[in-house]
């Protein structure tokens, strides 16, 4: 049973200046909580145990609000607030943290790197800081990710979602070996090619399972595109040499929110706030009447 994981939050979050100038892209808020919380509680609903964070500069914040407030508690408890005292119930999960930093930016594939130690020889899922998958993370793609992991016997399981083909140029895309179903094996990968060049339109969705050969492969994975060291350039090594490979796609409920620049960042927080069980119908109809 893999019940750990490895959550990169280094990156910058450059295109989401001046939001992100002080604060981790993954503390924004999208709804009621920040985008990481999602995240963690998706990861803890399929069975994970044990979070590495992959941290950098100025992400403090992370590691604060995954903290037990002992005061805070005290505090609401006193003053019978239990209300707001069950928003706090996802510190008190049975979870354990790590962090470490990444100490110089190197790209995604260099962050996972740096788990190495860490997560020494076990298998792990690999789910980024900034992407929610399902309204409100109502998802168990990474359980059912796990069980194909172990069922197949492969050394790496990744998530797919299909994008309109003009977005191919900003994802990892999947070259699939035979007929596309809901699970499929992997050819190749390929980051962020062209157009012309892309082998399909699944593109990678911010979710994988990894077997410990991971750590070789990235350990040989020269800078890419951008001039980053890119897990896609690792897996490609592995799918190369014979490594099977398994794509799993995400289903219809299940979206992927990649936060990673404000239009996208516009467009999850109007779908949250807009199906808040309090909120939601009133914002429902102030949207309404601000487009009529
Ligand atoms: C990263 C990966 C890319 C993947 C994407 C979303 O890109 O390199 O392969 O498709 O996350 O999961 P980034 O968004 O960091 O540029």
Redesign the pocket.
């Given at each position: 049973m893999i019940d750990l994981a490895l959550v990169p939050v280094a990156?910058w979050g450059t295109r989401m200046l001046p939001a992100t100038k002080s604060q981790p892209k993954e503390m924004l808020p999208v709804g009621r909580k920040p985008i990481v919380q999602y995240v963690v509680e998706e990861l803890v609903k399929s069975g994970i145990r044990q979070v590495l964070f992959i941290t950098g500069q100025g992400k403090t914040s992370i590691e604060n609000h995954f903290d037990i407030d002992a005061p805070l508690i005290t505090y609401l408890r006193e003053t019978g607030r239990e209300e707001q005292l069950q928003e706090l119930q996802f510190e008190r999960e049975d979870v354990e943290y790590f962090y470490t930093r990444q100490r110089r930016q190197l790209?995604?594939?260099h962050a996972v790197l740096c788990g190495k130690a860490m997560i020494g020889a076990h298998p792990f899922v690999v789910a980024?800081g900034?992407?929610i998958i399902g309204l409100n993370a109502e998802s168990d793609i990474v359980s059912r990710m796990t069980s194909i992991f172990e069922r197949e016997k492969a050394d790496i399981v990744v998530c797919f979602e299909e994008v309109p083909s003009e977005e191919v140029v900003?994802?990892?895309?999947a070259k699939p070996k035979g007929t596309v179903g809901e699970i499929f094996e992997l050819a190749d990968?390929i980051?962020?090619p062209s157009v012309a060049d892309a082998p399909s339109r699944l593109?990678?969705?911010?979710?994988y399972v990894f077997s410990p050969v991971i750590f070789d492969a990235l350990a040989e994975t020269k800078p890419g595109?951008?001039g980053?060291i890119?897990?896609?350039d690792a897996i490609h090594i592995l799918l190369k040499r014979g490594h099977k490979g398994i794509g799993v796609k995400l289903a219809d409920h299940e979206r992927?929110f990649?936060i990673?620049n404000f239009e996208s960042y516009f467009q999850a927080f109007v779908e949250f706030a807009l199906a808040d069980p309090q909120y939601g119908a009133a914002l429902h109809e102030h949207v309404r009447r601000l487009l009529n």
């Open positions: 990156g790209g995604l594939g980024l900034d992407s900003h994802y990892g895309i990968l980051e962020k593109a990678v969705a911010a979710r595109k951008g980053e890119q897990l896609t992927r990649d990673g």
